[in-house]
């Protein structure tokens, strides 16, 4: 269903958004109550977490396309998940990004793998999915999506000058606001684009070398030293110098993990967390102007060392979203059921500032659950 506003005026209305993330750890479903321009109430939250067997067959199919070997058994995998989460949390609403398996704008498109339609009849809800395509189709990065919900939480913690959202998650991305302006798409209001890589080559190396999930408590990195030849090629990718917006690929910088190999545990953890620092710091020189405030989601506001080389390197504060009364392991699930109200009531969901797309667009698709 498109190109028809399934909601008419603004009150406010229950939805649950989800994200299964390039970390590939689980499923965050959370619910929140909005009109697609303001929050009004958040909601029960829920998380699912994937078992080593359904994680390896993600894994498996990262950078797969639709028909591709291990794709449907992937997508099985995903809706599976959402269904048993999605079960016994409450909304009117669903909004159901997918996992992404690959991501390729001005190429081969954007892949994220789960049926919406199938969720929508499984769940006798309307489910919005399908965020990024018809951004890419229009020439635009189709990510990051999550901005106009970091506008509308600027708005509800009372910003009164530019503040970044740091998301931490597989992959970085940050969202400069101006929360002065009236809307998200107005101009000058956002700038948002990938950092590099985050957790997900640090998750992977623990994956594949310790049979972790991640370096917690930055344990293992705290042990070792930064490569810095290393660390100079991989911040000689001309995608640091690419002007923003901008964005990655999960396994867009394959190079930096296999430069690691012939490192030590320690030395490899220790390096791409720096990395991941680094990425960040270059990209906040595109700031239109300097924030008074880093808030930081995702699992990378957890890595203690990240976090301490962030807050040591920039002259504003670096704090968890929790310092500020959000919730950095639902932000991202909050955003998408945030998006599915404004695709409903038909309004942009990704802009110039954005995603690079010439005009405000308002993506994703809806499915009925009476719908064939």
Known sequence: MKGKALLDGKKPVWAVGTMSGTSLDGVDAAAILTDGETVTEFGPSAYRAYSDNERGALHAALGAWQGA??????AE??????RDLLLDLPGEMIGFHGQTLAHDPGGLGTHQAGDGAALAQALGRPVVWDFRS??????????PLAPAFHFAL?????ARGPIVFLNLGGVGNLTWIDPTCPGPFEPGALLAFDTGPANAPLNDLMRTRRGGEMDKDSALALQGMVDDRVLSAYLANPFFKRVPPKSLDR???????EAVSE???ANAAATLTEAAVQGVLRAMDWCPRPPGRV????GGRRNPLMMSRLGASLVCPVIPVEDVGLDGDMLEAQAFAFLAIRVARGLPTSGPGTTGVDQPICGGRVSLPHQR
């Open 77 to 82: 995998i995903v809706e599976a998940a959402h």
């Open 251 to 257: 396994d867009d910088f394959g190079a930096l993990q």
């Open 263 to 265: 490192l030590s545990d």
């Open 134 to 143: 018809a951004d890419v189709a229009a020439g635009g990065q189709g990510a």
């Open 154 to 158: 600027a708005k509800w913690i009372g």
């Open 69 to 74: 070997p291990g794709v449907d058994a992937a």
């Open 295 to 298: 808030l930081v989601t995702g």
